[in-house]
């Protein structure tokens, strides 16, 4: 046996993208001849990708394999093209290729998310009791909330430490999502085995809410895992950063997910660990919320209590989680993940760093001020890049 002859080849990869003009039906006579005029170059294969977004879809053609020689100015001027992109080596899929792709985002059981959206994912870290999901539910419903985060699995540093309940709570956190209008839950999964448990409780349960798979900083590089949610695509994914690799390396755990073909990727920032962030459990990364906009295509989501940790108060009377949140929010980020409690003294896990119920109606008025001062900065931005 040749060395390595029993492994999967290399993948073949994206080589260009062919961007229609927005206004194309994707089955109509425009696509069509695009892709009879690919058939005369021999090893190319042309898949055709239409991503709807908030506004519109977008109709793309993925071009792998034998690229080099392909003329783009004759495949430019084919109607109904806008562009042809040339792919560059970092980011294949996720990537921004220099500016030259829209991040167009994903929509996943009414919920829209793109670089432009923004959503508050305020739950449990821990699932621990029925009544705690119950009360916290309740407070998101009056608040006008429809997206949360529950924790049924649970990486835990210590084997001593309270694992999550597992597939256990699963059935009575869907029905009582289902019951305080949930759109959106999103629930850290650490093995490939509790998409199928997931899956099954919610089939069971009569689909009451969605949920978005969140691969947690400890398997930002347990490969084979993110294989397997790229190799679904019922259920869109969360990635969080790597606590102690590079940005690069955390980009291509979503790099991975999305060449096993599911797309809808959030990437969250959540610290770094260095004791430089100390008194805070992780460094705060939030100026990255741009950095990954320019970079990449995914909307990007920040978690100000895995990053802060810890209910302090400065001296202008606000929580550093608040502050940290709020500096990720008028840095334009999309989603925000925060724990809260509805008793963090009696919490398994991670009671420390989760704010009061009697907190999330100050904490969302906060993070309005801090939305509606990143909007105004961006039309600041466009009035003086017009200029
Ligand atoms: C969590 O969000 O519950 C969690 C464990 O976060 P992280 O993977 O960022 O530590
Ligand atoms: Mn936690």
């Avoid at 869907?174 to 839950?185: D, H, Q, S, T």
């Avoid at 760093?353 to 009697?358: H, I, K, N």
């Amino acid at each position: 046996m040749q060395p390595g002859g029993n492994r999967k080849v290399m993948k073949e990869s994206l080589a260009m993208i062919i961007i229609m003009k927005p206004e194309i039906d994707p089955k109509g006579q425009e696509l069509h001849q695009v892709l009879q005029h690919l058939k005369q170059y021999p090893g190319v294969t042309a898949k055709v990708h239409s991503v709807k977004g908030a506004t519109r879809t977008l109709t793309e053609v993925y071009l792998i394999g034998s690229t080099a020689t392909l003329p783009r100015e004759a495949i430019e001027e084919l109607p109904g093209v806008e562009r042809v992109v040339k792919i560059s080596e970092k980011y294949r899929l996720i990537g921004r290729h220099q500016g030259q792709v829209e991040a167009v985002g994903f929509e996943y059981n009414g919920v829209v998310f793109n670089q432009d959206a923004f959503h508050v994912f305020a739950g449990l870290c821990a699932v621990d009791t029925r009544e705690h999901v119950e009360q916290m539910l309740r407070a998101l419903q009056k608040a006008g909330l429809t997206t949360t985060r529950m924790g049924a699995y649970k990486p835990r540093t210590s084997p001593y430490d309270f694992q999550g309940h597992g597939q256990a709570c699963l059935s009575y956190v869907f029905e009582l999502a289902g019951k305080y209008g949930i759109k959106v839950i999103t629930m850290e999964i650490t093995h490939e085995d509790h998409i199928d448990e997931i899956r099954k409780a919610l089939t069971e349960s009569g689909n009451p809410t969605g949920v978005m798979l969140q691969i947690g900083t400890r398997n930002a590089q347990n490969f084979e895992l993110l294989k397997v949610v790229g190799q679904q695509d019922e259920f869109p994914v969360l990635v969080k950063r790597g606590m102690g690799i590079t940005l690069e390396e955390s980009l291509n755990a979503c790099e991975y997910v999305a060449s096993e073909g599911n797309r809808r990727i959030v990437f969250c920032l959540r610290g770094v660990k260095s004791h430089l962030g100390d008194p805070h459990r992780n460094f705060v990364d939030f100026a990255h919320v741009p950095v990954v906009k320019r970079l990449t295509r995914l909307p990007i989501c920040i978690d100000p209590s895995h990053s802060v940790g810890r209910r302090d108060r400065a001296p202008d009377g606000i929580l550093d989680i608040f502050h940290a949140t709020a500096q990720g929010v008028i840095a334009g980020a999309n989603m925000v993940l925060v724990d809260f409690h509805p008793a963090p003294e009696r919490a398994l896990c991670d009671g420390p760093q989760a704010l009061l119920l009697e907190e999330l109606e100050a904490f969302l008025e906060d993070v309005a001020i801090a939305r509606e001062a990143y909007e105004k900065r961006k039309a600041l931005a466009a009035r003086f890049t017009q200029a």
